[in-house]
T-cell receptor, first 114, second 113 residues
Framework: GQSLEQPSEVTAVEGAIVQINCTYQ??????LSWYQQHDGGAPTFLSY??LDGLEETGRFSSFLSRSDSYGYLLLQELQMKDSASYFC???????????????WGLGTSLAVNP | NAGVTQTPKFRVLKTGQSMTLLCAQD?????MYWYRQDPGMGLRLIHY???????AKGEVPDGYNVSRLKKQNFLLGLESAAPSQTSVYFC????????????FGPGTRLTVL
């Protein structure tokens, strides 16, 4: 089957660095994405990796290793407002052979403490 | 631009009642999706559409129907609501499947008693 695994909870302190890992198992692979969702809010797109390596966007970076079926989201200089759930998602070859859907992890709840 | 909007924001139904959730996007996106989100379950795809007049089933389609008569609108219908359909429903849209970037509406919180 197709699945993604990520930790359910992570706790860190303000100013620290935290890494949220995601391992995936899919038939076909068309890129790994990360989304952020605050409590009561909608998911918002953070990043996308189609090729191996690190992509940096401000305080957030995302990494992909296709050979290891693994990626991570790195959050630096943590702020209280970063407390949220973070979801990894991949576009794989779904049932019926199409690749138009995202497969989602169950999310990692990040708590940033003072 | 309003982006993706959803109507209504909240709704309480009794078992057996029907309702329609409306999703509208003003970004001229081809792809539209309906998800439900339950605690600890992440986002589960109900139905999706790859263009006007087309729809397809996602991973949890039972009990729901959809229509995409206009490119900018995607409707989700519950014919006979059940307590198991209590959830937060999100609509999303994307211009293409590249970058895996989907734009989400604010969600509809539905309770079925």
């Amino acid at each position: 089957g197709q699945s993604l695994e990520q930790p359910s909870e992570v706790t860190a302190v303000e100013g620290a660095i935290v890494q949220i890992n995601c391992t995936y198992q899919t038939s076909g692979f068309y890129g790994l994405s990360w989304y952020q969702q605050h409590d009561g809010g909608a998911p918002t797109f953070l990043s996308y990796n189609a090729l191996d390596g690190l992509e940096e966007t401000g305080r957030f970076s995302s990494f992909l290793s296709r050979s290891d079926s693994y990626g991570y989201l790195l959050l630096q200089e943590l702020q209280m407002k970063d407390s949220a759930s973070y979801f990894c998602a991949v576009r794989g070859r779904g049932y019926a052979g199409n690749n138009r859907k995202l497969i989602w992890g169950l999310g990692t709840s990040l708590a940033v403490n003072p | 631009n309003a982006g993706v909007t959803q109507t209504p924001k909240f709704r309480v139904l009794k078992t057996g009642q029907s309702m329609t959730l409306l999703c509208a996007q003003d970004m001229n996106h081809e792809y539209m999706y309906w998800y439900r989100q339950d605690p600890g379950m992440g986002l589960r795809l109900i139905h999706y559409s790859v263009g006007e007049g087309t729809t397809a089933k996602g991973e949890v389609p039972d009990g729901y129907n959809v229509s995409r008569l206009k490119k900018q609108n995607f409707l989700l219908g519950l014919e006979s609501a059940a307590p198991s359909q209590t959830s937060v429903y999100f609509c999303a849209s994307s211009y293409s499947v590249g970058r895996n970037e989907q734009f989400f509406g604010p969600g509809t919180r539905l309770t079925v008693l």
